[in-house]
C-alpha cells in the first residue's frame, strides 16, 4: 500500500442526514435525487469554467480536473449542502463543519483533535472559485472572533445536476406564496421574494449568534466543573460548602439548616459531576 493510499482517511464519504432527519420540500428532494444520479464531479461545468479568486475577482490558474478524493468529497457534499438549502435565503443552514461531519469528511487526531480541513479546502479552493457557491464571514463582536461561513448556493450549483435558475425562482416563488399565506392568515401584510430573503438571512444570523453564545457558556461551565471534581472528593465538597455558604444569606442558611445544606451540597457535586462529562447537545 502507497504512502498516497493512506493519505486519505475516508475514500468513499456519504452524506448521512442528522438524527432528527426532516422533512424537506419537494424542489430540494427532487434536487437531491437529481444530483445523487448524475455525477456532479464530473459535470461538463467543472472543465469549461474559469475559476476565479472570490476576494479579487481575478481569474484563476486553470486546474485539469478533480482528483478522485477531492470528487468523492464533493458527490457528498452537494446532498449535504442541497438537504440543509433554505429555498427563501439561498442560505445552507448548517456549518463546515456539520457538513464535514454528517458527509464522514472529518477526522480526530490521537491527540483528540478534530479536523474538517477536507470539507472546508473542497469548498474555499473549488467549489466558491468556480461559482457554485459564495461564503461570507461574519464577526462575532461578543466572543471575538468570526462565525462560521455563511454559504450562498448560486444558481450554478443546481446547474450541476440540470436544474435550472428558472426553476429555482419557481420554488422561490412557491415557498413566499405559503409564506404569505401564513402571514394574511396572522392578519400581517404579505411580503416579496427580496424581503422573505433577507428576513430568513437575518433569522439564521440570530440563531447563529444565540447558539455560538450557548455553546460558548456550555463549555466555560464545564471547565470551570472538570477542574473542581479533579480534586479528592472532600475537597471539592468543601469547595461547594463554601460557595453556598457565600451564596445564601444567613436566615436562608438557618432555614436551611445543616442537613439541608448537606442536601445542597450533595445535589451541587453530582450536578457538577454530570455537567463536567456532558457534551453540548448540538442536535
Not at 463543519?97 to 464522514?104: N, P, S
Not at 473549488?126 to 461559482?131: H, L, R, S, T
Request: proline share 4%; with cysteine; net charge positive.
Amino acid at each position: 500500500m502507497t504512502s498516497r493510499d493512506n493519505y486519505i482517511y475516508n475514500k468513499h464519504p456519504v452524506f448521512i442526514p442528522p438524527k432528527n432527519n426532516k422533512k424537506r420540500p419537494f424542489f430540494i428532494c427532487n434536487a437531491m435525487k437529481k444530483a445523487s444520479e448524475i455525477d456532479v464531479a464530473r459535470c461538463e461545468l467543472n472543465y469549461i469554467i474559469q475559476p476565479k479568486n472570490p476576494k479579487t475577482g481575478f481569474y484563476l490558474k486553470r486546474f485539469r480536473r478533480l482528483n478522485e478524493h477531492r470528487a468523492c468529497a464533493m458527490r457528498a457534499m452537494v446532498l449535504a449542502m442541497l438537504y440543509h438549502f433554505n429555498i427563501s435565503s439561498e442560505l445552507v443552514q448548517a456549518s463546515v463543519e456539520q457538513l464535514a461531519d454528517e458527509c464522514g469528511l472529518s477526522t480526530t487526531s490521537k491527540a483528540g483533535n478534530k479536523s474538517i480541513t477536507r470539507a472546508s479546502r473542497l469548498i474555499t479552493n473549488f467549489m466558491e472559485p468556480m461559482g457554485f457557491v459564495k461564503c461570507k464571514k461574519i464577526w462575532d463582536r461578543v466572543l471575538g472572533n468570526y462565525m462560521p461561513k455563511m454559504i450562498t448556493l448560486t444558481p450554478l450549483f443546481f446547474m450541476l445536476f440540470d436544474v435550472s435558475e428558472k426553476q429555482l425562482i419557481n420554488a422561490k416563488k412557491q415557498q413566499l406564496g405559503w409564506i404569505n399565506k401564513n402571514l394574511v392568515e396572522k392578519g400581517l401584510k404579505p411580503i416579496t421574494l427580496i424581503e422573505a430573503k433577507q428576513r430568513f438571512k437575518e433569522t439564521q444570523i440570530t440563531n447563529v449568534f444565540k447558539y455560538r453564545v450557548s455553546r460558548h457558556s456550555f463549555y466555560k461551565k464545564r471547565k470551570r466543573a472538570q477542574k473542581l471534581i479533579s480534586l479528592n472528593e472532600k475537597d471539592a465538597r468543601q469547595t461547594i460548602l463554601r460557595a453556598l455558604v457565600a451564596k445564601y444569606s444567613i436566615s436562608e442558611l438557618t432555614k436551611m439548616g445543616p442537613h439541608g445544606l448537606k442536601k445542597q451540597v450533595n445535589i451541587s457535586y453530582y450536578y457538577l459531576r454530570k455537567i463536567a462529562t456532558n457534551t453540548y447537545p448540538d442536535n
